[in-house]
């Protein structure tokens, strides 16, 4: 492996003055395919050194090696998020969340007027919610009614989704960012699907880009330094050591907050992840020139454990009632409409074609099965111009995915980013998806069994914080698509090996960089996790409860819990 060649080459001086330890008497999952299991794991400095039975790994070492019994304990790699939010994720829990728990709309109103009272988390004098599940649209009348009403008459309110693609607003609110019906009138058609509409007055519920006519007015400065500190935090109590941020930066924006957020936590010394980061991108603009401005931050951030790899590009929204603007094949029931295609298809081939070959991915966003397809083709178009470049284009979420595609992911080289702890039965996948697709489309609702028998590479993924990052919690819903609501559609549950594959070595493919992690090899860095418990042998039910106990980056120690955590 020429990687391996190049480690021992430049490294091989470091190790001679680090402290080796090997870990034993344990039960170690590696991750790697070949090898799958070891009894003993060695590393050195930042690195992994050998990993095998415990009498080879021994030998392999000096005789002042440490030791350390592990009595039994499960260990394995750090896990890959291969789609997670991190430095928002952080901003998030600095401010009034829901953490998408479901909760019913008069415990909202009593959590509301909790902050409302304490004023400390608010954005101005605007009481901002972030993380409500959007199971919370479906009792949109209710909500309607209690926070508009006492004191929340004339106290300005926000209610985000924690799918970041929804919102609701009360009337004060709707005052203050100067949403009425002379405002809606004077939006273009494709604009006014964005804004929520009773009879013929604004209802407050808003999606899309409609949403910044309502964060324009919010004035709140954010500290990213501690919402980058507290994404570290969180991250590693789950275990994860890495991952893809699909929002690290804007071709739009002047300012990355982001990345500099990203960069002050390596110069500080506190990254204590690798991260690979996608800016976000419009597919029907100029590609020449959002790929030399994507070259530029290439040259300002990239470093030790942060690279830009490549865009982001949305290429519809989302499919629950009332917002439908995933972009469907046959019409929703309920308006008649497909959704919202985000990008014109020839302009999108032609933007991969252009980043592809300049040696940068693409990661789309697409939920509806038009927009799943739609975005094939244009990599299909790539890959007819380029040849297959090695890139590994990415399509994250895959809601509704047509039979037809299944085999196009392996054929096309392109990798399937999923965020399974959506896929079990409960309102969001029923009540408000169920009767307002068509049966046929509804069939194949996060099809990823059948996609890994056509040969798709899974890869894990949490999309936080619009859902939880806990790798257990989203390798259960995989394993069993159970949820409150019963089983969603059992023939479509993953084994738990594969979802394991899938928060490791699959999804650090998904970062391009399954040379240096993702599984525990050596010439690797040691990036490792001890558990309370063996998730391959207990119950689905044990597993999705198992605890970090602590977690290794790059051979350091940064999070220990003792089975405890604070989130």
């Known amino acids: 492996m020429k990687w391996l060649s190049y480690f021992l080459l430049f490294v091989t001086p470091v190790l001679l003055k680090a402290q080796e330890t090997v870990y034993f008497n344990a039960k170690i999952f590696t991750a790697d395919r070949d090898h799958p299991f070891a009894e003993a794991i060695a590393i050195n400095g930042k690195w992994i050194i050998a990993v095998g039975n415990y009498d080879d790994v021994k030998r392999s070492l000096s005789s002042n090696a440490k030791q350390i019994d592990l009595g039994g ?17 952080g901003t ?52 309607t009614r209690v926070f508009n009403a006492n004191e929340f ?45 009773s009879g013929n007055k604004p209802n407050g519920f808003v999606s899309e880009s409609g949403y910044r006519k309502i964060s324009a007015v919010f004035h709140s400065d954010v500290d990213y330094h501690k919402a980058s500190e507290k994404a570290m935090e969180y991250n590693n109590s789950y275990g994860i050591t890495a991952w893809l941020d699909p929002t690290a930066g804007n071709t739009e924006k002047k300012a990355q907050e982001y990345l500099d957020a990203y960069t002050w936590l390596i110069d500080s010394g506190k990254l204590t992840a690798h991260i690979a980061a996608t800016i976000v991108a419009d597919a029907d603009h100029d590609p020449g020139t959002q790929i030399a401005f994507v070259k530029k931050l290439q040259k300002k951030y990239d470093r030790n454990d942060l690279s830009i ?11 629950e009632h ?18 919202v295609l985000m990008f014109d298809p020839e302009k999108f081939a032609s933007f991969v074609t252009a980043a592809d070959k300049q040696h940068l991915l693409v990661h789309v966003h697409a939920i509806g099965d038009k927009a799943v397809t739609e975005t094939l083709n244009g990599f299909e178009t790539a890959r007819k111009a380029n040849g297959n470049s090695g890139l590994p284009h990415t399509i994250t979420h895959l809601q509704i995915v047509q039979p037809s595609d299944f085999a196009r992911f392996k054929k096309l080289h392109v990798l399937a980013s999923y965020q399974l702890l959506w896929a079990f039965g409960d309102v969001t996948t029923i009540d408000i998806v169920k009767p ?27 999309d936080w ?14 394993e069993t698509r159970k949820g409150p609501m019963g089983v969603l559609d059992s023939t479509q549950c993953i084994p738990r090996m594969e979802m394991i594959y899938a928060y490791t070595i699959e999804a650090a493919k998904a970062l391009m960089l399954e040379e240096k992690i993702g599984s525990l090899q050596a010439g690797k860095y040691a990036d490792i996790i001890l558990l309370d418990r063996d998730v391959l042998s207990v119950s689905a039910e044990e597993m999705q409860a198992a605890l970090v106990q602590w977690t290794m980056f790059e051979g350091k120690i940064v999070y220990d819990g003792g089975g405890q955590r604070s989130f």
């Open 322 to 339: 009332p917002t439908h603007t995933a972009a469907l094949s046959m019409p929703y029931t309920d308006t008649h409409s497909k959704g």
């Open 153 to 197: 008459a004339k106290q300005p309110l926000v209610l985000r989704g924690s799918d970041g693609h929804t919102a609701w607003c009360n009337q004060a609110m709707m005052e203050r960012a100067g949403i009425d019906l002379n405002f809606i009138k004077s939006l273009k058609p494709e604009e006014k699907v964005f804004y929520g509409l």
């Open 73 to 89: 304990s499960f260990l394995m790699p750090g896990f890959v998020d291969s789609h997670n939010h991190a430095i928002g994720g």
């Open 309 to 319: 790899i490549g865009f982001k590009i949305f290429a519809d929204g989302v499919i």
């Open 436 to 462: 307002c697709i068509d049966p046929s489309l509804y069939r194949w609702q996060y099809p990823a069994r059948s996609m890994l028998q056509a040969g798709a590479t899974i890869c894990g993924a949490s």
């Open 465 to 478: 914080p619009v859902s939880s990052a806990n790798p257990f919690e989203a390798i259960y819903c995989a």
């Open 92 to 143: 998030d829990l600095l401010k009034p969340n829901m953490g998408d728990k479901m909760i019913s709309v008069e415990g909202l109103l009593s959590y509301a007027k909790e902050e409302l009272k304490a004023k400390e988390k608010m954005t101005g004098d605007i009481l901002v919610i972030y993380g409500l599940n959007i199971g919370t649209w479906s009792a949109l009348d209710s909500v």
